[in-house]
């Protein structure tokens, strides 16, 4: 992991323009970045935007990203694979502090406290970049405030690609806004699928065969008072529904909250 100073902020040239702020790659495949935000952004913490660069033809080439800061943030923090083909990310992973990119202040996104029922439990489900609206969610208030215990379920290939989502789990007992909030709360529960760790398994499979239940030492999923919010690979978003489902839990959005959501703007 590399970290770079952030340096003063530049004057953006780009329609829609942000400026850089800090850049910090974890391995060969993820990154993230910081810029400044516009003056005029209000978000809910576990929305997204469309961020992006100039394609070679001059028009904006936008993807959605989930904004990994939480909504109170001065800045905005943005977490990314590196795809080597990618018509944005393979272009994206070499941004520096200084750099404009194009950011459209129009969040949106269904990873929201509004869109779920009152419960008790709050569960975070995500593979790889999925992490990040968590990120966001996790450094929020209203979420210690709403629920008795939050537990994060998050699984990558490789130890190294875990990084980002536990350096920032391991921080927030300690974080001066929610650290009291946090207190005996929060339960973390990492994964591997390819490389040996000390907890391996997808998501599916340890909440199916009732493991993490066990590891933990919790009650298996009950859908008068656990809440989920999930966030990953669409094929990993189809497979937990049916997991979640199966427990009798149903899905909700903004219009009609209920026990869990999926976002499906986008897939890591």
Known sequence: MTDQTPVAKATPTLPDAQTVTSVTHYTDRLFAFRCTRPQSLRFRSGEFVMIGLLGDNGKPLLRAYSIA???????????SIKV?????????????????????????????????LPGKRLWMLATGTGIAPFASLLRDPETWEKFEQVIVMHTCREAAELTYGRTLVEALPNDPLIGELVADKLLYYPT??????????????NMASGKVF???????LDPSIDRAMVCGSLAFNLDIKKVLEAAGLSEGANSAPAEYVVEKAFVD
């Open 69 to 79: 800061s939480p909504s109170w943030d001065e800045e905005l923090e943005f977490y």
């Open 84 to 116: 080597p083909d990618g018509p944005l990310t393979s272009r994206l992973q070499h941004i520096q502090p200084g750099d404009p990119i194009i950011l459209r202040p129009k969040p949106v996104g269904t990873l929201v406290i509004d869109a779920l």
């Open 192 to 205: 591997t699928t390819r490389e040996p760790s000390a907890q391996m398994g997808r998501i599916t499979d």
């Open 214 to 220: 066990a590891d933990l030492g919790i009650p298996p």
